[in-house]
């Protein structure tokens, strides 16, 4: 956020000072609907568009994501699982997190709003990485039966148990200091596979609690997307994991579909947001946690917490490598 003062969401000058760098060189401050222009004869040639289309200040892809899942109202959590996992919650003002923790607290799209955001990086890009080294022979095989290769994986996980039978991923990949727990002899390609997809699941439940804890009220349901939620195996993990309602979205990339209501309400096709986000937003599927995966996954989840904070405060022991 730069210099942003969060109290006047104004340009601080104080910090500006500190930087030197002057206000004046700072591009202005807008606010998510504010109207910036129209767009230009030359921009509008090259993209294909009509000329003189009205621009209007967006908002970033997490903030829009729980606008496209209808999380707009104090104690509403989402949470999307992509390339990484990041969990979103709504508050009536900013909140500022302690600096021991990794959260972060945004405005809103929605005027008066905050969100406070938790993230693992990488919890879907782990798996794009599985695909991509160790499994070639299905990637040949879903392009000769033209099937999604994702979905190939899932039903290889989808015959593992819950716990994957002792196989447990801490996801720090971005710091180098991923790390598996409990291989063994009996452990296959499926079990590596539901390994990855309950570790982005276990870190999605560590930020939830953490957002909740700091929001001070729990959340019974969560709304969910991504890619990750294409599979219907992920999102029962998810459920299970968390102890909560899943609710799963028609429309699966809600960060485009929370552009487009903003752009919607812009335009006067809807009076409001509540409005828009009841017209447009639909959800297709709910997952409810299984009692027996739950007692699985709470024991499972101790342990992944107590690993992670572990691992995470201490050197990667192959920093000399």
């Known amino acids: 956020m730069g210099i942003l003062n969060y109290d006047t969401l104004k340009w601080d000058e104080n910090l500006a000072d500190k930087y030197e760098i002057p206000v004046e060189l700072w591009p202005d401050v807008y606010f998510y609907r504010d109207f910036i222009g129209e767009l ?20 970033g892809d997490q903030q829009c994501a729980a606008l496209g899942l209808g999380v707009i109202e104090e104690g509403q959590a989402k949470i999307t699982t992509g390339t990484g996992t990041f969990i979103d919650y709504v508050t009536d003002r900013r909140i500022k997190p302690s600096e021991e923790a990794p959260i972060f607290s945004y405005p809103s799209v929605v005027k008066g709003k905050w969100n406070i955001e938790g993230s693992i990086i990488g919890t879907g890009s782990i798996l794009k990485w599985f695909k ?3 499994s070639q022979f299905q990637i040949n095989q879903s392009i000769e039966g033209n099937k999604n290769i994702y979905d190939m994986l899932a039903n290889e996980a989808s015959t593992i148990p819950p716990g994957s039978e002792g196989l447990l991923f801490i996801p720090l990949y971005i710091f180098k200091k991923g790390t598996i727990h409990g291989l063994g002899w009996n452990h296959t390609r499926a079990h590596f596979i539901r390994a990855i997809m309950e570790s982005a699941c276990l870190g999605a439940q560590m930020n939830l609690q953490l957002l909740e804890a700091i929001g001070w009220k729990k ?3 969560v709304r969910v997307d991504g890619g990750a939620m294409n599979s219907p195996l992920w999102a029962q993990i998810l459920a299970d994991v ?6 799963i979205p028609e429309v699966k990339d ?8 903003l752009v919607f309400c812009n335009s006067k096709r809807y009076k409001s947001l509540d409005n828009a986000v009841t017209n447009m937003i639909r959800f297709t599927d709910v997952k409810e946690p299984i009692e027996h995966n739950v007692s699985v996954y709470k024991t499972l989840y101790r342990i992944f917490v107590q690993e992670l904070i572990n691992i995470d405060g201490k050197k990667r022991v192959t920093r000399d490598l």
């Open 219 to 221: 959340v019974s349901e």
């Open 132 to 134: 991509d080294n160790f």
């Open 40 to 59: 230009s004869n030359v921009a509008a040639k090259d993209l294909g568009l009509k000329q003189n289309i009205p621009i209007f200040m967006g908002g």
């Open 242 to 247: 968390t102890s909560k309602k899943i609710l």
């Open 254 to 261: 809600a960060a485009a579909l929370g552009a487009g209501i």
